[in-house]
Antibody, heavy 124, light 110 residues
């Protein structure tokens, strides 16, 4: 059974750093992209970026480039999302998800398995 | 402002049918496959439809998807109270080089 299990909720102060995790199991972790999706309170889904754990190829949405860092440790089948200096506007639920990505004309990009989400609250 | 446009809400009675639209452009829906997700209250999104009209294993055939030009539609028949959720469409945007989602549609089963 494919599973993505995320780390627990975090409460941080503005300016602090944070790294949340997403552990995959039940499939070949190095053979699928892992994406991160933000959902701010009461809002919709936003694609942040993806990583291919097999070779650590990473792509970012321009909206999040420079704001977060996506990484992975394939030896423990875990992907990460980190911030060096949190802002109150980073308060949101963050989901990791396995992304299927078939490029080219008529590209197919979708998330077939999702983690349970990690709630990040940034408040002074 | 989402790249893909969905109605904020739809409603229908139990047992009825409802459709949810998702409108985009040639750089996204027009040239890439569309997926649909169901987000029940307080839970993570779940894949309902991929590649415009394919259902993952375990998704009942009450859920269907279609695409025409730069728009896509999710259909749900035999509505149940358990279908009350937010529904999102998603696809790749070839110009932006990102995955884009619609703003979400809240389904109420009256």
């Amino acid at each position: 059974e494919v599973q993505l299990v995320q780390s627990g909720a975090e409460v941080k102060k503005p300016g602090e750093s944070l790294k949340i995790s997403c552990k995959g199991s039940g499939y070949s972790f190095t053979s699928y992209w892992i994406g991160w999706v933000r959902q701010m309170p009461g809002k919709g889904l936003e694609w942040m970026g993806i990583i291919y754990p097999g070779d650590s190829d990473t792509r970012y949405s321009p909206s999040f480039q420079g704001q977060v860092t996506i990484s992975a440790d394939k030896s423990i089948s875990t992907a990460y999302l980190q911030w060096s200096s949190l802002k109150a506007s980073d308060t949101a639920m963050y989901y990791c998800a396995r992304q299927i990505a078939v490029a080219g004309p008529g590209g197919s990009y979708y998330f077939d398995y999702w983690g349970q989400g990690t709630l990040v609250t940034v408040s002074s | 402002q989402s790249v893909l446009t969905q109605p904020p809400s739809v409603s229908a009675a139990p047992g009825q049918k409802v459709t949810i639209s998702c409108s985009g452009s040639s750089s996204n829906i027009g040239n890439n496959y569309v997926s649909w997700y169901q987000q029940l209250p307080g839970t993570a999104p779940k894949l309902l439809i991929y590649d415009n009209n394919k259902r993952p294993s375990g998704i009942p055939d009450r859920f269907s998807g279609s695409k025409s030009g730069t728009s896509a539609t999710l259909g749900i028949t035999g509505l149940q109270t358990g279908d009350e959720a937010d529904y999102y469409c998603g696809t790749w945007d070839s110009s932006l080089s990102i995955v884009v989602f619609g703003g979400g549609t809240k389904l109420t089963v009256l």
